[in-house]
């Protein structure tokens, strides 16, 4: 989207009259130097009249624009436009080789153009000046043979199309710059609000400041569609670039800043550069490509001497030690209402959607507005499919979901919920203390919101819960009924990969995994928590302090994240007091006894099954929990199924002692007493 063409600046006829008049007038002067106040080189029926001087071009024409914007003076205007005119009209080779005296040179030159030109100065030339360090003008002498003063001059390709009124992005930059559309979908209010904070920044800027603005927080899309708001509100096209694809070769990127700061006057465009382009990778590796370090020198070389309006785009801000100064402006979180209006919108006019359906929505989801509206989209899409059985709200739901888990499913391991409160064999204690957990997680909006707790309570109003137990004793499958109660997704989150050995690095990846679940309020299981948490340790040097740091802030996050957060761990004892003090629920899963391994036995195998001589009874002789016992249960289904027989006693025995085999222990004459 790079080559997308940009907004014509003006009308054609006007660019068109202008440069002709200019191009005649300059013309002119090169006649009048081949006639020679002597008539050299014309005969004196040719000789024409001294030409008057150029006249100052149509002020909104395209000539008007390039000579106020860089600075032009009448002299390197003329010349800009002797090169034009090679372009344009076929008989300046003609009067370019009478005026130098010379038909093998029929091209404009800067010798001719001191010649003939009026107010010649020899500044012109010099490549800091305007023609040549905005790269208005070329110098054609591939060989370097030729004079310095005797080369043949020609005008920018980007810059005579401009000239006559056509305007497009400068080809070498296809390919590094997007270029961003502006949504043609209202904004929130307080993004709007944004977006006049980001034109303030760039039109307050000082005279010894740039019109630079660092926006961070929420997401890209959200970052772009801010910034292309703000553009279009100043008058402006945008172009966005990564940061990593910048160059680290000082010439090369100086080179890049010149063309894109004269593409900015000419487009006029602003430039975003994304700073988190190399961020969405999953935990435990490196983003590819430059390091941290050099992208953010690249970046800083560019913008440090951009006097165009620029934005800085990231998740968090930049550091302090950072070059380019610029406005920072943080991109707010959508309130409640704000979300509401933004369903509302986007499901509007769809049948048997609700304020109670759409608020639901709202209470479990925490997208952005444009996630909200391609949400909209599938459900529009799907009502018009005919999806039977779901009313606009389930499938509003079902869309958001599949949103949400976008963010989520790099970050840890996505289990469907399929098990419900029939699966679950646990003590109706425990029971009990799920269904609440749940009702937590269900009504928190009524309770903080509508009841006004959150006024009150203010922090803490995150729901966690430690799953206390071995093994196999039912944890995880808890936490999937719990899932699929609430109708939401279950991530489950290895803290061993999470926790990093390098200092600041943990405190990332939990954010990473909170921020990317608070849009669809996912069901967080983090196992083993035992790898973080245990008695945090005295503080005897720095990763003593950043191991308990790692601890409080995962503490701070489950408190506020606004689903359910479960820790599961089978060392309870060893955990901190200070932290089961800040753990709203703790379920404990003993090992189950026998009547409950019984009742394990009966509801793993299903009714479809052949069997022939099961007994729950006996099979619950098997000390071993849940998990086992659904193991043991699977192969034996299997090695029954490969004799092509029912499932029989001898089938779970065989399939028993691998089991054991696996937890390194023996199977007891006790425990298969009776078997066979």
Same mark, same amino acid.
């Given at each position: 989207?790079?080559?997308?063409?940009?907004?014509?600046?003006?009308?054609?006829?006007?660019?068109?009259?202008?440069?002709?008049?200019?191009?005649?007038?300059?013309l002119?002067?090169?006649?009048?130097?081949?006639?020679?106040?002597?008539?050299?080189?014309?005969?004196?029926?040719?000789?024409?009249?001294?030409?008057?001087?150029?006249?100052?071009?149509?002020?909104?024409?395209?000539?008007?624009?390039?000579?106020?914007?860089?600075?032009?003076?009448?002299?390197?205007?003329?010349?800009?436009?002797?090169?034009?005119?090679?372009?344009?009209?076929?008989?300046t080779?003609?009067?370019?080789?009478?005026?130098?005296?010379?038909?093998?040179?029929?091209?404009?030159?800067f010798?001719?153009?001191?010649?003939?030109?009026?107010?010649?100065?020899?500044?012109?030339?010099?490549?800091?000046?305007?023609?040549?360090?905005?790269?208005?003008?070329?110098?054609?002498?591939?060989?370097?043979?030729?004079?310095?003063?005797?080369?043949?001059?020609?005008?920018?390709?980007r810059?005579?199309?401009?000239?006559?009124?056509?305007?497009?992005?400068?080809?070498?930059?296809?390919?590094?710059?997007?270029?961003?559309?502006?949504?043609?979908q @209202?904004?929130?209010?307080?993004?709007?609000?944004?977006?006049?904070?980001?034109?303030?920044?760039?039109?307050?800027?000082?005279?010894?400041?740039?019109?630079?603005?660092?926006?961070?927080?929420?997401?890209?899309?959200?970052?772009?569609?801010?910034a292309?708001?703000?553009?279009r509100?100043?008058?402006?096209?945008?172009?966005?670039?990564?940061?990593?694809?910048?160059?680290?070769?000082?010439?090369?990127?100086?080179?890049?800043?010149?063309?894109?700061?004269?593409?900015?006057?000419?487009?006029?465009a602003?430039?975003?550069?994304?700073?988190?382009?190399?961020?969405?990778v999953?935990?435990?590796?490196?983003?590819?490509?430059l390091?941290?370090?050099d992208?953010?020198?690249?970046?800083?070389?560019?913008?440090?001497?951009?006097?165009?309006?620029?934005?800085?785009?990231?998740?968090?801000?930049?550091? @302090?030690?950072?070059?380019?100064?610029?406005?920072?402006? !943080?991109?707010?979180?959508?309130?409640?209402?704000?979300?509401l209006?933004?369903?509302?919108?986007?499901?509007?006019?769809?049948?048997?959607?609700?304020?109670?359906?759409?608020?639901?929505?709202?209470?479990q989801?925490?997208?952005?507005?444009?996630?909200?509206?391609?949400?909209?989209?599938?459900?529009?899409?799907?009502?018009?499919?005919?999806?039977?059985?779901?009313?606009?709200?389930?499938?509003?739901?079902?869309?958001?979901?599949?949103?949400?888990?976008?963010?989520?499913?790099?970050?840890?391991r996505?289990?469907?919920?399929r098990?419900?409160?029939?699966?679950?064999?646990?003590a109706?204690?425990?029971?009990?203390i799920?269904?609440?957990?749940?009702?937590?997680?269900?009504?928190?909006?009524?309770v903080?919101?509508?009841?006004?707790?959150?006024?009150?309570?203010?922090?803490?109003?995150?729901?966690?819960a430690?799953?206390?137990?071995?093994?196999?004793?039912g944890?995880?499958?808890?936490?999937?009924?719990?899932?699929?109660?609430?109708?939401?997704?279950?991530?489950?989150?290895?803290?061993?990969?999470?926790?990093?050995?390098?200092?600041g690095?943990?405190?990332?990846?939990?954010?990473?995994?909170?921020?990317?679940?608070?849009?669809?309020?996912?069901?967080?299981?983090?196992?083993? @928590?035992?790898?973080?948490?245990?008695?945090?340790?005295?503080?005897?040097?720095?990763?003593?302090r950043?191991?308990?740091?790692?601890?409080?802030?995962?503490?701070?996050?489950?408190?506020?994240?606004?689903?359910? @957060?479960?820790?599961? !761990?089978?060392?309870?004892?060893?955990?901190?007091?200070?932290f089961?003090?800040?753990?709203?629920?703790?379920?404990?899963?003993?090992?189950?006894?026998?009547?409950?391994?019984?009742?394990?036995?009966?509801?793993?195998?299903p009714?479809?099954t052949? !069997?022939?001589?099961?007994?729950?009874?006996?099979?619950?002789?098997l000390?071993?929990?849940?998990?086992?016992?659904?193991?043991i249960?699977?192969?034996?289904?299997?090695?029954?199924?490969?004799?092509?027989?029912?499932?029989?006693?001898?089938?779970?025995?065989?399939?028993?002692?691998?089991?054991?085999?696996?937890?390194?222990?023996?199977? !007891?004459?006790?425990?298969?007493?009776?078997?066979?």
């Amino acid at each position: 989207m790079g080559g997308e063409k940009a907004k014509v600046p003006g009308d054609g006829e006007l660019h068109h009259k202008a440069l002709s008049v200019a191009v005649e007038a300059v013309l002119a002067r090169l006649d009048a130097h081949a006639s020679g106040p002597d008539g050299n080189g014309a005969s004196a029926a040719t000789a024409r009249s001294e030409p008057a001087a150029s006249p100052e071009p149509e002020p909104g024409s395209a000539l008007d624009t390039l000579s106020s914007c860089f600075g032009l003076s009448p002299f390197e205007r003329d010349v800009l436009v002797l090169a034009a005119a090679a372009e344009l009209d076929s008989t300046t080779a003609s009067r370019c080789a009478a005026a130098c005296g010379d038909p093998a040179r029929p091209y404009p030159t800067f010798s001719l153009a001191l010649a003939c030109l009026d107010d010649a100065h020899w500044s012109a030339l010099a490549p800091v000046g305007p023609l040549r360090r905005w790269r208005l003008l070329e110098l054609d002498d591939r060989e370097g043979t030729v004079a310095l003063t005797a080369s043949r001059i020609r005008v920018d390709e980007r810059i005579l199309h401009f000239l006559v009124g056509v305007d497009y992005l400068d080809i070498r930059l296809h390919g590094l710059l997007t270029w961003i559309a502006p949504s043609a979908q @209202a904004l929130p209010a307080a993004h709007e609000r944004t977006v006049r904070a980001v034109s303030a920044g760039w039109a307050a800027a000082e005279l010894d400041a740039l019109p630079h603005v660092e926006l961070v927080g929420a997401d890209r899309q959200t970052r772009w569609e801010i910034a292309a708001a703000a553009a279009r509100e100043s008058g402006l096209t945008l172009y966005a670039v990564s940061a990593e694809d910048l160059p680290t070769d000082p010439g090369e990127r100086d080179r890049l800043a010149r063309l894109w700061q004269r593409e900015a006057v000419l487009l006029p465009a602003a430039l975003l550069v994304e700073l988190n382009d190399g961020s969405s990778v999953s935990l435990g590796e490196a983003p590819s490509g430059l390091s941290a370090r050099d992208t953010s020198a690249a970046v800083d070389a560019l913008t440090g001497g951009l006097a165009v309006p620029v934005v800085l785009s990231a998740d968090d801000p930049r550091p @302090a030690t950072a070059r380019a100064r610029a406005e920072r402006v !943080t991109v707010p979180a959508l309130s409640a209402e704000e979300q509401l209006d933004v369903w509302t919108d986007a499901l509007g006019g769809l049948p048997e959607v609700t304020e109670w359906g759409l608020r639901g929505l709202v209470a479990q989801f925490s997208l952005p507005a444009h996630v909200i509206r391609s949400a909209a989209t599938s459900v529009r899409r799907s009502s018009g499919s005919g999806d039977a059985g779901r009313d606009a709200t389930q499938l509003a739901w079902r869309a958001g979901l599949v949103e949400a888990r976008m963010a989520l499913d790099e970050l840890g391991r996505r289990v469907e919920p399929r098990a419900g409160w029939n699966d679950l064999v646990v003590a109706e204690r425990q029971r009990a203390i799920l269904r609440e957990i749940v009702a937590h997680v269900r009504r928190r909006a009524t309770v903080h919101q509508e009841w006004g707790f959150e006024s009150v309570l203010r922090r803490g109003l995150g729901v966690t819960a430690l799953f206390a137990g071995g093994s196999g004793t039912g944890k995880t499958l808890a936490a999937e009924v719990m899932a699929g109660e609430l109708g939401v997704d279950l991530f489950v989150i290895d803290l061993s990969q999470v926790v990093s050995k390098y200092i600041g690095e943990t405190e990332k990846n939990l954010r990473r995994v909170f921020d990317a679940a608070e849009r669809g309020g996912a069901l967080l299981l983090f196992d083993e @928590a035992d790898s973080l948490f245990g008695k945090r340790s005295e503080v005897k040097d720095s990763h003593d302090r950043y191991a308990n740091l790692e601890v409080s802030y995962l503490l701070m996050r489950m408190e506020a994240y606004r689903g359910l @957060a479960v820790l599961t !761990t089978n060392m309870k004892k060893a955990l901190d007091n200070a932290f089961m003090r800040r753990i709203r629920f703790v379920v404990d899963f003993p090992f189950p006894s026998v009547p409950e391994r019984a009742e394990i036995w009966r509801r793993v195998i299903p009714d479809r099954t052949p !069997t022939r001589g099961l007994d729950p009874e006996r099979l619950a002789q098997l000390t071993v929990a849940g998990g086992s016992i659904r193991n043991i249960a699977l192969a034996g289904a299997f090695l029954a199924a490969e004799e092509g027989s029912p499932v029989r006693m001898r089938h779970m025995l065989a399939a028993a002692r691998t089991e054991y085999l696996k937890l390194e222990r023996s199977l !007891t004459p006790s425990e298969v007493d009776g078997w066979v």
